[in-house]
């Protein structure tokens, strides 16, 4: 199954354990397909780079490494106009177009209001966990 995930699911699955940290792990064993596009890694490494500062014993560059080259990478062009009310959320729905996933997995409340926009399901790691990995782990 191919998703989009948002930044704050990455970091959290990076530094907690829970429902994030069960998608990563989903991932890594083969589960699940992520897709990004240069904008959403450019965000990952931006988020990345401002936690370094407060979290210097956590390696967050070879988990960066990994998804980069373990992922789907596509071009996303922008939207027509924008949808979220956080217009640099955007970015994840176009990626959800470009790519044909019919999944976001989110904790932003901007992101989960606009959930069926297109066809595409914005999920919490949460409700994903529950409706999509339980049955497979």
Request: aromatic letters at 8%; proline letters at 6%; one cysteine or more.
């Amino acid at each position: 199954m191919r998703v989009v995930l948002d930044t704050n699911v990455l970091i959290s699955g990076i530094f907690f354990l829970g429902p994030p940290f069960e998608i990563l792990k989903a991932w890594r064993d083969g589960d699940l397909q992520f897709v990004l596009s240069p904008q959403i890694l450019d965000e990952y490494c931006r988020v990345a780079k401002l936690l370094r500062g407060r979290f210097p014993n956590i390696e967050i560059d070879p988990v960066l490494t990994l998804i980069a080259t373990n992922s789907d990478m596509i071009e996303a062009p922008d939207l027509p106009s924008r949808v979220c009310d956080d217009a640099d959320d955007d970015k994840f729905l176009a990626c959800a177009l470009a790519s044909n996933s019919k999944f976001i997995i989110s904790g932003d409340k901007h992101l989960l209001r606009q959930s069926g926009y297109r066809g595409i399901s914005v999920l919490s790691p949460s409700a994903f966990v529950q409706q999509y990995l339980r049955d497979t782990q």
